[in-house]
């Protein structure tokens, strides 16, 4: 039992000592610096299952020892909560240190003053009372106090720059409330993508399914989210002669908290840079694109409209690529619909430029818009059951010869094409959409405020310094009085020499 | 929004001669570091009444320096005047770009490092006033001058206005501040270096002024950066919870700034605890400064991470 107390107490000493602290602190910074260099999941989950392909049994390896989810890893907690122990061991001795040492008096003044760092002396004809009184009133703002030695000797013994250790203590104590509003955020937040067609598109945070992606915080199950409506009626965008883009809106409307059961939308400009805060969640501007909008007349007379977002290939030029899918109109007979589905797909040029036969984008802005689309008929294989991406039709269906591409053509805005059954494909033109986030983290005032503390709190710990300073006043032998000043800097020596020497001068001579 | 032509043509050309004036003073700096002798202090013989310390290498009641100059002397002052002007050149051509495209002349990456090289060079003349450290300014202006090239041919950007994710003024203060706070931190980061080759002993090095100098001209301009490095990042933060939907995303550049900030933190509490203080302190505070390089160039270059401002095609 002895044994085990011993032990538990030399783990303990050892973890709040320094060097273990600096020592957690080199991992820290060296678990951290796999994520900046290796793909991560929680910011690009496909370019991680790229790299686990491409690297093998390494990747597999890597991936076993978490290095794809370095902020989520075990290692990598362990090193930081070990490193807040050890913080937490190392503060409490400190705060309980700092709390007596504010109802302390000065130290008494050192035997031979000669021996300190800062050092100066001098003889005067005043006595030492009046040299006592000076010096108390040039050390006015320190904390001091007045000693009367055996030998008949006055000391005044003064120290200053407690405020040091005060910002020291916030500073360490805001980092460890930083570290938990952190974390509670992430147990309660979450955060949703969706894209939303422009010219009327909604969307309603009412639950999980109407987002396209969702990634909940540990706490979260989907089931109460903060209500709130949004809809998006237009997009702007400007760009610069080289497609650069100079600006981006999103005129929406939205409805939260009373106005959700008045029926009342508030417009609100979205814009990068410029969240719309409401419910106490946040809507972002993230993306956009366009969405080409396809008219097929069936043959027995029919119109569909299909107006399915397509996603960007080229994040300057807006080339996108998709699928457009269509089911026949009026037929109930699930095989005859298989055999005549219709998807669109191909590529989407906002601005066209045709090299020959070749569709490219050259510019953002839909100012010519054009399509160079294949025409696919048959069993889209929708409901396979296998799951199936809106921006790309289902290649095993093609495979298995039961999706057959039918017409292939490069359409600009107005322009149709006919199928060997007669039916029409219009190409209308395009509209945006965009891609919005929510965002919920009911924490993040707190990691603010605590972000906030550590600033002033290390401003002040690196700026003030903690020094002592001592004068003693003896009678000499020959009726003069020997004054000596002392002087420690406790922390950083730097920059104390000055003040020491200007102090020296003040008490050793008398006024003019 | 148009971009004055004729100004920030001026404002190169400002650029241009700035890197090269910083280069015949970094020349005039390593000549008088290498012809010039230890400079020798003079013990006064009137007894001052107060002992002062020449801890701080400011004026000392007690001692003076011998008055007369040697040639590597002159050659020092020479390079100062020279710093000085560079330092003009460099701030009006960093007014220049900024007033050419009426936006805070710090929104790629030829801007962010010339923002950058300005506050180490401001940095080193303010230290030179409080420290003898005069003679090393090629050590700092030499780096100073690599980075100037690199950024203004490799990474050059024609004056343009931001992309719209840069159009805040978070720009102004995130920026500006990280950059301010990096340029600082490549002072300390060369006299660690300097430091560390001091007290490795070897003759030739004899000539670098004493080590815990150069330990405190690293201190104290670390504790004067560290700070604003922190509030650079917060404010980072505060820009990418109203930009990117969230405060803190682990993106690449986040990622090693936060490193390079545990790195720093670490040189504190090195250089206050036993056994840490001196060579190892040294060797935390370079290493923070490679890091500070490695996040400029390795990770806007090569990684992808949403800080690709770059401009670089």
């Known amino acids: 039992m002895k044994a085990f107390l011993a032990f538990l107490r030399n783990t303990w000493r050892g973890l709040t000592a320094m060097r273990t602290a600096l020592t957690l602190l080199f991992l820290l910074a060296l678990g951290a610096m796999p994520g900046a260099l290796l793909p991560q999941r929680s910011l690009n989950a496909q370019k991680v299952t790229e790299y686990i392909a491409e690297k093998g049994w390494w990747g597999r390896f890597l991936d076993r020892l978490q290095f794809f989810d370095v902020y989520a890893s075990y290692w990598f907690s362990a090193v930081y909560v070990l490193l807040f122990v050890s913080l937490v061991g190392c503060l409490l001795p400190r705060t309980w240190e700092y709390f007596k040492q504010m109802r302390a008096k000065p130290v008494l003044t050192p035997r031979n003053l000669a021996r300190l760092p800062h050092h100066a002396e001098g003889g005067t004809a005043e006595s030492p009372e009046a040299v006592v009184a000076r010096a108390k009133q040039r050390l006015k703002g320190w904390r001091l106090v007045e000693r009367e030695e055996a030998d008949g000797a006055r000391s005044v013994s003064a120290e200053r720059g407690y405020l040091r250790e005060t910002g020291n203590l916030v500073f360490h104590f805001s980092l460890l409330g930083l570290l938990v509003a952190f974390a509670l955020g992430k147990m309660v937040g979450y955060e949703g993508q969706v894209i939303v067609q422009s010219q009327g598109g909604q969307f309603c945070n009412s639950g999980v399914y109407n987002f396209d992606s969702f990634r909940p915080g540990l706490r979260v199950d989907g089931t109460q989210l903060s209500p709130f409506c949004v809809r998006v009626n237009d997009f702007h965008a400007t760009y610069l002669h080289n497609g650069q883009a100079q600006s981006f809106r999103a005129d929406i409307d939205y409805q939260s908290g009373p106005d959700l059961d008045s029926g009342t939308w508030r417009p609100y400009p979205l814009e990068v840079n410029s969240p719309l805060r409401t419910a106490g969640d946040r809507v972002y501007l993230l993306g956009h694109g366009y969405t080409p909008l396809f008219t097929v007349t069936f043959p027995n007379g029919e119109q569909r409209t299909g107006a399915t977002q397509w996603r960007p290939v080229n994040e300057v030029t807006l080339a996108s690529e998709g699928a457009t899918k269509f089911d026949p109109p009026g037929v109930t007979d699930t095989e005859q619909r298989r055999k005549n589905q219709l998807a669109i797909t191909g590529l989407l040029a906002p601005t066209a430029g045709f090299r020959g036969e070749l569709l490219d984008s050259v510019f953002p802005e839909a100012r010519d818009p054009a399509v160079a689309i294949d025409v696919y008929r048959g069993d889209l294989g929708t409901d396979s059951g296998r799951g199936q991406s809106i921006f790309s039709i289902d290649e095993k269906q093609v495979q298995d010869g039961k999706l057959a591409k039918v017409a292939r053509k490069n359409l600009r805005q107005g322009e149709e094409l006919t199928l060997d059954d007669g039916t029409r494909i219009r190409f209308e033109g395009v509209k945006d959409w965009v891609s919005l986030q929510v965002s919920h983290d009911p924490t993040q005032v707190w990691v603010l405020l605590f972000s906030v503390l550590v600033i002033l709190g290390l401003g002040v710990s690196l700026s003030v310094k903690r020094r002592r300073v001592w004068v003693r006043a003896a009678p000499g032998p020959d009726g003069r009085t020997v004054v000596e000043v002392g002087g420690l800097a406790r922390t950083d020596q730097a920059g104390y020499g000055e003040e020491f020497g200007s102090l020296a001068r003040d008490v050793l001579e008398k006024e003019k | ?313």
Request: glycine fraction near 10%; charge should be positive; aromatic fraction near 14%.
């Open chain 2, 1 to 313: 929004m148009p971009v004055n032509e004729t100004l920030s043509t001026y404002s190169d050309w400002t650029y241009g001669a700035a890197v090269a004036v910083y280069f015949f003073a970094a020349v005039f700096y390593l000549c008088e570091a290498a012809f010039g002798r230890v400079k020798t202090r003079e013990l006064v013989g009137a007894g001052a009444p107060v002992a002062g310390t020449a801890e701080d290498g400011t004026w000392t009641p007690g001692l003076v320096v011998r008055q007369e100059r040697s040639r590597a002397e002159k050659l020092g002052r020479m390079g100062v005047a020279l710093t000085v002007l560079g330092a003009l050149l460099q701030l009006s051509s960093l007014v220049l770009r900024g007033v050419a495209t009426e936006r805070a002349p710090w929104g790629n990456m030829y801007e962010y490092g010339s923002l950058l090289t300005f506050a180490a060079v401001a940095t080193w003349l303010v230290l030179m006033r409080k420290f003898p450290v005069r003679k090393l300014g090629g050590f700092v202006l030499v780096p100073v001058v690599i980075l100037m090239f690199l950024g203004g041919t490799v990474l050059y950007a024609e004056a343009a206005p931001v992309q719209p994710a840069l159009q805040s003024y978070w720009l102004v203060v995130h920026v500006s501040v990280i950059s301010v706070s990096s340029g600082i931190l490549l002072v300390p980061g060369v006299a660690s270096v300097l430091y560390l080759l001091k007290s490795s002993g070897r003759a030739r090095f004899t000539k670098l002024p004493d080590a815990d100098v150069l330990d405190r001209v690293a201190y104290r301009s670390t504790v004067f950066a560290f700070p604003l490095f922190t509030i650079g990042i917060i404010c980072g933060a505060i820009w990418a919870e109203a930009a990117w939907g969230r405060f803190w995303g682990w993106d690449p550049k986040e990622t090693v700034a936060f490193v390079c900030w545990v790195v720093y933190a670490a040189y504190l509490h090195a250089r206050a605890t036993a056994g840490w203080r001196g060579r190892p302190a040294a060797w935390i505070n370079a290493l923070g400064f490679a890091l500070n390089v490695f996040n400029l160039f390795f990770i806007n270059l090569v990684t992808t991470g949403l800080h690709s401002y770059a401009g670089v095609g």
